[in-house]
């Protein structure tokens, strides 16, 4: 990995909160990835729906390999066009899983940025859309249960809320002098 990923990955944990306890907490597929469209973090979740091991995402650039090759030019418009925008972008799309069989999925990507409010990073929170609910997939195009957009949704603010919080906690433990030791409700370690 290049230096400069490797300071980037040490800023995203350390200054925005993406400690891989709380990367791995997350229900849903969680993706970050450099400026350039480089994968830098992947979590578990991401792996168990696409069936590619993080080693397998880990240092990709798009096209993504979770991306099926019919819908490269689109989703590559779509990452050109956030890079320009450096806007939050959520939309449905199919992605493919290593076996190659398509799914429905609901993305929503954000830009990360640093304390000079500079764009340094993407995530990409992804969840499957259920076919079991009243999500259907009809002719190509996507009918989708606006509940599931706002529960995504959701679970995004709630993300976002979660991550400020564990910096907040991060933060004060590691600017603590004194000794500091944490007990669970059976006092133990």
């Not at 880990?58 to 320009?84: A, H, Q």
């Not at 954000?110 to 999500?135: F, G, M, P, R």
């Not at 995004?156 to 906690?169: A, G, H, N, T």
């Amino acid at each position: 990995m290049l230096e400069k990923d490797v300071q980037l990955l040490e800023e995203l944990k350390l200054v925005n909160g993406f400690t891989d306890a709380f990367i791995e907490s997350l229900p849903d597929g969680l993706l970050i990835t450099n400026t350039g469209g480089k994968v830098l973090i992947v979590n578990t979740s991401l792996s168990e729906l696409t069936g590619f091991h993080k080693e397998e995402l880990i240092g990709v650039k798009t096209p993504f390999p979770f991306w099926p090759p019919e819908f490269y030019d689109d989703f590559n418009s779509r990452f050109k066009e956030m890079l320009i925008d450096n806007l939050k972008h959520e939309f449905e799309a199919t992605y493919m899983n290593k076996k190659g069989t398509r799914f429905p999925v609901l993305v929503v990507i954000e830009s990360l940025k640093n304390k000079k409010e500079e764009v340094i990073a993407y995530l990409a929170l992804i969840q499957k859309i259920s076919i079991n609910k009243k999500d259907t997939v009809i002719k190509g195009k996507q009918k989708h249960d606006v509940f599931s957009d706002q529960d995504f949704r959701k679970k995004y603010l709630d993300f976002i809320k979660e991550k400020k919080l564990v910096s907040q906690i991060d933060y004060t433990i590691d600017n603590i002098s004194d000794g500091f030791v944490s007990l669970d409700t059976n006092w133990c370690y």
